[in-house]
């Protein structure tokens, strides 16, 4: 979708009331959750990490996500060395959901990194939503109201983590949404809850008896291109220098 000068100019009052509305009301939450008491994040251990796609799965099965589209997926990494120089190759068949085949190749270094959206604190989709249909809730998650969603694919692109899509049927941006329906009731994300290796934790780093805190403490965590400084929410330990 492309929109002209003119178009933009005339769908301003229309995003300023968009705004309004969304400022007005977190959407999915819980009614009796208060959003000033959590702010979430996600932690991924990849040396936990197996590759099985359960995640992806169950994602899939839990937010209704249409088939060669994902909100989550899992990278395989192999890096292997030939007369000096690194070799990296990375795939990710069907966004890893069906687990990968094994490889039998010597002397090859191989992990697997799940993905999604980092839910930054400074998220660059946020800033280039020309209604508002992108917008940060109070407790930290990035969320896509679809009611004002144009479908033009500015958060897309701004995305340096390749995290959204644009939905085949509704024309609306699309992408993780932390399982925002569930984190509000209590529970944990989809994702999480299926993890045979625990290998990822949903995180509240305004909880002060959240394990996250003493894991930050005694781990080296780091986040994904942490040079764009979005102030990522996504965890990582163990993180390869190969991952991208």
């Known amino acids: 979708m492309n929109l002209s000068r003119r178009k933009f ?24 959750y208060n959003v000033s ?7 991924v251990d990849i040396e936990k990490c197996i590759g099985c796609g359960s995640c992806v799965r169950a994602c899939q099965k839990e937010n209704d996500v249409p088939d060669g589209y994902y909100r989550t997926w899992i990278e395989r990494y ?13 795939d990710s068949p ?9 490889s ?17 604190a400074d998220s660059p989709c946020t800033q280039v939503c020309p209604v508002g249909a992108t917008f940060a809730s109070p407790d930290g998650v990035v969320l896509i109201d ?8 500015y958060c897309v692109q701004a995305c340096p983590y390749g995290c959204r899509f644009i939905h085949p049927e509704t024309n609306t ?7 925002y329906h569930r984190i509000t009731q209590g529970l944990t994300t989809a994702c999480c809850e299926v993890c045979p290796t ?7 780093l305004k909880n002060p008896k959240d394990p996250i805190h003493e894991y930050l403490r005694t781990h080296s965590v780091q986040v994904l291109k942490p040079h764009l400084a979005t102030g990522a929410k996504l965890y990582y330990n163990g993180l390869d220098g190969a991952v991208r």
């Open 37 to 43: 008491q959590h702010w979430w994040a996600m932690l």
């Open 94 to 102: 069907d966004g890893g959901k069906n687990g990968f085949k094994p």
């Open 104 to 120: 039998n190749e010597q002397g090859l270094k191989e992990f697997f990194v799940p993905k999604m959206c980092n839910h930054c």
């Open 173 to 179: 941006a699309q992408k993780c949404t932390l399982c």
């Open 198 to 204: 625990a290998a990822r934790q949903l995180a509240d």
């Open 78 to 90: 192999r890096i292997s060395e030939v007369d000096g120089v690194e070799n990296i190759q990375v």
């Open 9 to 32: 100019l005339i769908l301003l009052p229309a995003a300023a009331l968009a705004w309004e509305s969304i400022k007005a009301g977190t959407p999915e939450a819980a009614p009796n």
């Open 146 to 153: 679809q009611k004002y969603c144009l479908g033009c694919r």
